[in-house]
């Protein structure tokens, strides 16, 4: 059954949906009252739902109360990201929590202040710092060290546009509160090492699982795929490598999202079993990889739904569905409602609910025959679904359509799938020598493969269409066309082309 096909099933749907329109309006007025009063509203709406008997009036009321919630999130998170800053350049202390990427001649490095001209400060800064000068490629900074340096901290402002991308706002997404140009002249590493915080020993140990894979003697190209589709870390990947995987429409599976995460779930499943131990076993697994990898989007949103989907398993509910996505969406955005600006969450959500409205309608539509055509047309219906839910936003952030995208996935996909399983094994027992040889090799050789076919595919004629140019009102209506399509899809499903197979 549809799960369109009956809109009183999906409340989780609605109740998001409230929400997300409640964030939209916190984020354009309100500022224009203060904290307090927005939970004064709040507080008045919810006890007008208890005081009232009439279940329309109380179903207003808690509609009310929902779209509050979501306008003091977001008002309150704005706040929090806009400090009072110096005006001037001042001595900071800060700790290093991420690594640094080269980009020309310039150095780009995360920081953590938490000293501002010798005063600690109640709550840290996230600060994205650009270090500069003749020595900056020999700094050697790692996650962990203490520096200090002297500079001035400016809130980020868009400096170039490009395409409908915001830097202001997504710098706002991820936490930055500042930039700063530190001159390498005027920054030194203090003699304390602070490993302190969880975050920067599980980016510690990326970085020591990425150092492993560098001494496996992979290629570059090769060693940047695989570290970015099993560690997160796409620093390393060229320009080059991100074209050609963008034009041939498989730039998914260079960042992590619920295909990577759902394939070491079920290792993860295998290994330690069904039961409530084993469940349990593997979700703490999979949290503890999502922060390793930085807890993007993607994976988190993919991590949620991986816990509900194993709670009303146990419960023996219908484990998926758009109630569970819909649950996976509060959940983020009331932790962090900037997300909701967030490209990845907006790519990984559209294709995800795409998936669900559309794969079932068009593989009953094309009713394959035998097993290995079912397994082609699964893949196929997959990648079509998430192709039409994700198409509007990339030609509005990105301005391309790639042409090939179905005939890629069916190579780059079941490459992708293998890669993880060894992945995985190499994490297991990788402390065997001979089995680390071998499986290092393997993992090379399926990465290798899949570059080759990538760049081949790339620069096939029409691989893409460039220069797409559509506006916020032009996605809002292609995205209504594609609802209206999904209903039609599941209260009139289309004919199945017979029994002879795709």
């Known amino acids: 059954m549809n799960h369109l096909s009956n809109l009183q099933s999906i409340p989780l749907v609605r109740i998001a949906a409230v929400f997300i329109f409640g964030i939209l309006i916190g984020n354009h007025w309100g500022d224009t009252f203060s904290l307090r009063i927005w939970t004064s509203v709040g507080l008045l709406f919810v006890l007008l739902a208890w005081w009232i008997r009439y279940r329309v009036w109380q179903t207003v009321m808690i509609v009310l109360v929902t779209m509050v919630v979501g306008i003091w999130l977001i008002t309150f998170h704005n706040h929090r990201l ?16 991420g690594n640094p990427t080269v980009h020309r001649r310039v150095v780009m490095c995360d920081m953590d202040v938490q000293t501002i001209q010798r005063h600690s400060l109640k709550r840290s800064l996230k600060v994205r710092a650009s270090l500069y000068g003749d020595n900056v490629r020999s700094m050697r900074l790692a996650v962990g060290n203490r520096v200090e340096f002297v500079s001035r901290l400016e809130r980020p402002q868009n400096f170039l546009s490009t395409g409908h991308f915001d830097y202001e706002r997504w710098m706002r997404v991820h936490g930055y509160v500042a930039t700063a140009f530190v001159q390498m ?11 302190g915080s969880f975050r920067n020993l599980l980016l510690q140990w990326r970085r020591l699982l990425a150092d492993r894979y560098m001494a496996s003697g992979m290629q570059q190209d090769v060693l940047a795929v695989v570290v970015a589709m099993t560690l997160g870390d796409k620093s390393m990947l060229s320009r080059q490598t991100k074209h050609e995987y963008s034009v041939a429409g498989t730039s998914h599976i260079l960042a992590l999202s619920g295909l990577h995460l759902s394939i070491i779930f079920m290792v993860l499943t ?11 076993a593997a979700l ?8 390793l990898v930085g807890l993007p989007p993607s994976v988190t949103r993919a991590a949620t739904m991986m816990t509900v989907y194993s ?18 969406a509060i959940i983020m955005l009331a932790a962090n409602p900037l997300c909701l600006w967030d490209v990845g969450f907006q790519l990984s959500f559209c294709s995800v609910a795409a998936i669900l409205c559309l794969y079932r309608p068009l593989f009953d539509w094309l009713n394959p025959a035998n097993s290995v055509l079912r397994w082609v047309g699964a893949m196929m219906c997959t990648s079509v679904a998430a192709q039409v839910g994700t198409a509007p936003l990339v030609a509005y952030y990105f301005g391309r359509f790639s042409c090939y ?17 060894m992945a995985c094994l190499l994490l297991l027992i990788g402390w065997l020598p001979l089995c680390a040889q071998v499986l290092e090799w393997a993992v090379g050789l399926i990465a290798g493969v899949m570059n080759a076919v990538v760049s081949v595919i790339a620069r096939w004629p029409g691989a893409s269409i460039e220069h797409i140019h559509i506006g916020g009102l032009r996605v809002f209506l292609l995205y209504v066309i594609i609802v209206g399509v999904c209903l039609l899809a599941s209260f009139h499903p289309l004919r199945p082309i017979g029994n002879n197979g795709v």
Not at 82 to 97: M, S
Not at 185 to 195: D, N, R
Not at 284 to 291: D, E, K, L, P
Not at 405 to 421: M, Q, R
């Open 311 to 328: 709670l009303v398993t146990l419960l023996h509910r219908n484990n998926i569905s758009l109630n569970t996505l819909a649950l996976a």
């Open 405 to 421: 995208f179905l005939l890629s996935n069916l190579i780059v996909i079941p490459c992708a799938t293998l890669l993880l399983y």
């Open 270 to 280: 295998l290994l330690f079993g069904r039961s409530l131990i084993g469940r349990l």
């Open 82 to 97: 806009h400090p009072t800053l110096p005006d001037e350049k001042c001595h900071i202390e800060a700790v290093v929590i």
């Open 284 to 291: 703490v697994a999979i949290w503890a990889y999502a922060m």
């Open 185 to 195: 002249s005027q920054l030194h590493v203090l003699s304390g090492h602070e490993a």
